[in-house]
C-alpha cells in the first residue's frame, strides 16, 4: 500500500511539473509587492490560488499531449500507464475550478483576471504542439499572473506591475521557444536570446537615481546567470538545451527579484533565495517540461 501510494504522489508530482512551483510563487511576492503589498494574511490564499492554476495548466498539457506522448514521450504518466488521460482531465479542471474560487475573495478585477489567465492556459494547452508562436501564449500567462497578484495588493495594478509583467513575460517567452526545440534538430535559434535580455533593458530603463545601483546589481546577476546556462547549449561541444532550459526557468526567481530590487527588502531577498535553492533542488527529482 505505501509503495502504491508513493507511486502515485510520484506520478501527480510529475504531472505538476512541481519543480517550477517556486518559480510561481516567486511570481506572487514580485506581483503583490509591485501592486503595493499590505495585509500578509492574504498572502496564503493568493499563493493557493495561483498555485493551482498553474497544476491545472500543467496537468491540462499532459491531457492534451497524451497522443504526441505516447509516439514521442512514452515515460510521461499517460502512455507509461501510471495514469489514465480521463482522469487527468478531471485533475485539471479541478485544479483551475479551485484557483479561480480562491482568487474570488480579492474582488471582481482579480476574479476576471483569473478567468483570463485559465482562458489562456487552456489555449495554450491546446494549441502549443501546432501553433509556433505558442511561447508568447505563455509569456501572457505569466504577466497575468503580476497582474492578479497586483490587483491584491493595497495599490493595485500599477504602471510598475504593468511593465515588469510584460518584462517577465518575454523573458518566459524566450525560455519557451529555447524549451521547444529540446525535442526537435537542428540549429537553435538565437534571436530569443533578445527576450531573455528585455527585463534588464526594463530594469535599466525604468530605475533612476537612487534606485539605479541595486537595479544594476540585479540586472548583473540575472546577466551571469543567464550567461552561465546558456553557454551549456550554445557555446560548448556537446550542447545540453534541456540543461539550459531548466537553469533558466529557475532564473525567473532572479527576474522577479530584479523587478523589485530598488525596494526590496533584506528578509524578501532571503525568500528569492530559499525559493532559488526550492526550484533547483526539486529539479533532481521532477522534470521541470
Known sequence: MNHGFSSQLRTLLVLGRVSNLPTVWSNCLAGWWLGGGGNLGKLPLLFLGVSALYLGGTFLNDAFDANYDRQFRNERPIPSGAISQREVWCWSWAWLGLGWLCLLPFGITTGALGLALILCIAIYNA????????PWLMGVCRFFVYAITAAAGDSGITGWAIWCGLALGAYATGVGFLERRQ???GIIPRWPLILLAVPIFVAL?????????????????????SVRYLRVALWTANGN????????????????????????PRELGFVFLLLLGGTLLA???????
Open 127 to 134: 494549441a502549443h504542439k501546432v501553433v509556433t508562436i505558442s
Open 283 to 289: 529539479q533532481r527529482f521532477a522534470p521541470s517540461r
Open 241 to 264: 538545451l534541456r540543461r539550459a532550459v531548466a537553469g533558466l526557468l529557475a532564473g525567473i526567481i532572479f527576474v522577479d527579484w530584479l523587478a523589485i530590487a530598488p525596494e526590496c
Open 205 to 225: 530603463v525604468m530605475n533612476a537615481g537612487a534606485y539605479r545601483k541595486p537595479a544594476l546589481l540585479m540586472s548583473l546577476v540575472l546577466l551571469l546567470w
Open 183 to 185: 525535442y526537435s534538430r
